[in-house]
Nanobody, 122 residues
Framework: QVQLVESGGGLVQPGGSLRLSCAAS????????MGWYRQAPGKQRELVAE???????NYADSVKGRFTISRDNAKNTVYLQMNSLKPEDIAVYYC????????????????WGQGTQVTVSS
């Protein structure tokens, strides 16, 4: 069984910063892409940023230059540093990871965290 546990959400003023963390635990042989998604009220879940096992990254246009994704492979953890936060960044942020459980012959399975709320308000 695999679990993704997120932390770091909260309330911040416009222009402020937050750092989200997501740690994967359980039956993990290897992790491919790890990423962060968000879902605002009344909207579909959207990709914020993702990072592949080799370190290459991809960002939504709306967060480029403000957010930075990184990972610590030894800790099976992915981070999202969010700077210059705006009210339009308000959402529940979800961690996602593609994980092989036991060996190279296993397929990658997508796992999701429980979500963490980010609120930007003065």
């Amino acid at each position: 069984q695999v679990q993704l546990v997120e932390s770091g959400g909260g309330l911040v003023q416009p222009g402020g910063s937050l750092r989200l963390s997501c740690a994967a635990s359980g039956s993990i042989f290897s992790i491919n892409t790890m990423g962060w998604y968000r879902q605002a009220p009344g909207k579909q879940r959207e990709l914020v940023a993702e990072i592949r096992s080799g370190g290459s990254t991809n960002y939504a246009d709306s967060v480029k230059g403000r957010f930075t994704i990184s990972r610590d492979n030894a800790k099976n953890t992915v981070y999202l540093q969010m700077n210059s936060l705006k009210p339009e960044d308000i959402a529940v942020y979800y961690c996602n990871a593609a994980i092989r459980a036991y060996s190279n012959s296993d397929p990658y399975t997508d796992y999701w965290g429980q979500g963490t709320q980010v609120t930007v308000s003065s």
